[in-house]
């Protein structure tokens, strides 16, 4: 897990709340998911 949140944190930087450097990140951990799984849910926050 350790080596998952470094690649974040090296890949997105800084991710103030709605901002888009947080949905890349979430939009990179829905990928990782879909590696394991195809039932992989993603909820957009307006």
Same mark, same amino acid.
């Given at each position: 897990?350790?080596?998952?949140?470094?690649?974040?944190?090296?890949?997105?930087?800084?991710?103030?709340?709605?901002?888009?450097?947080?949905?890349?990140?979430?939009?990179?951990?829905? *990928?990782?998911?879909?590696?394991?799984? *195809?039932?992989?849910?993603?909820?957009?926050?307006?």
């Amino acid at each position: 897990m350790i080596p998952l949140i470094t690649e974040i944190i090296e890949k997105f930087g800084p991710r103030p709340a709605a901002s888009k450097a947080e949905k890349h990140a979430q939009l990179f951990i829905r *990928d990782k998911c879909l590696q394991y799984t *195809d039932n992989v849910k993603f909820m957009e926050f307006e």
